[in-house]
T-cell receptor, first 116, second 115 residues
Framework: AQTVTQSQPEMSVQEAETVTLSCTYD???????LFWYKQPPSRQMILVIR??????QNATENRFSVNFQKAAKSFSLKISDSQLGDTAMYFC?????????????FGKGTKLTVNP | DTGVSQDPRHKITKRGQNVTFRCDPI?????LYWYRQTLGQGPEFLTY????????KSRLLSDRFSAERPKGSFSTLEIQRTEQGDSAMYLC?????????????FGPGTRLTVL
């Protein structure tokens, strides 16, 4: 069974600084997808960034980028120029390609607080 | 608003009662997922529909849980004889097609409290 581990329950960062959230996962599959989702307080979950395992190039979306280390099964999220609106729970998620459902397997999340 | 909607947003019930939640996915999305999120945890997969067919159910989904998507559009999740352990946020998500790691769009969730 696939598992996703986020070892940092809470983190804080000053506005405009950079922060990195960690995620490791365990799978025997060779092809899969990895995601970071953001869940702001009392609001619905939204996709931050997506990585395909067979692509070596790290995904980037504006201020958000990932460091994908396939051999180490590591998928960290870097947020540059942090903004107050980045305050949220961040979930790392794994999507297997085998099985057909493409269900997401989530970590427990990291609560990020951006301080002014 | 054309996002995923869920109703009700909050539900308080007494142990032993039955509850039903509704999810309306994004209209053209053929895949619909239900997840459960308890306090301090990430969402856990419950079940998945492709169109009207329920194709996968988690072992978390006991016999007291049933889900339907009768016309391949909205879906309902029913919990019979609720228990305090059922208290959680129930999230619905939808996506288009499959086979490509497509983005799942989440609704706001239904928060269930069982007294």
């Amino acid at each position: 069974a696939q598992t996703v581990t986020q070892s940092q329950p809470e983190m804080s960062v000053q506005e405009a600084e950079t922060v990195t959230l960690s995620c490791t996962y365990d799978t025997s599959e060779s092809n899969y997808y990895l995601f970071w989702y953001k869940q702001p307080p009392s609001r619905q979950m939204i996709l931050v960034i997506r990585q395909e395992a067979y692509k070596q190039q790290n995904a980037t979306e504006n201020r958000f980028s990932v460091n994908f280390q396939k051999a180490a099964k590591s998928f960290s999220l870097k947020i540059s120029d942090s903004q107050l609106g980045d305050t949220a729970m961040y979930f790392c998620a794994f999507m297997p390609t085998q099985g057909g459902s493409e269900k997401l397997v989530f970590g427990k999340g990291t609560k990020l607080t951006v301080n002014p | 608003d054309t996002g995923v909607s869920q109703d009700p947003r909050h539900k308080i019930t007494k142990r032993g009662q039955n509850v039903t939640f509704r999810c309306d996915p994004i209209s053209e999305h053929n895949r619909l997922y239900w997840y459960r999120q308890t306090l301090g945890q990430g969402p856990e997969f419950l079940t998945y529909f492709q169109n009207e067919a329920q194709l996968e159910k988690s072992r978390l989904l006991s016999d007291r849980f049933s889900a339907e998507r009768p016309k391949g559009s909205f879906s309902t999740l029913e919990i019979q004889r609720t228990e305090q352990g059922d208290s959680a946020m129930y999230l619905c998500a939808s996506s288009l097609n499959g086979g490509g790691g497509g983005e799942q769009f989440f609704g706001p969730g239904t928060r269930l409290t069982v007294l």
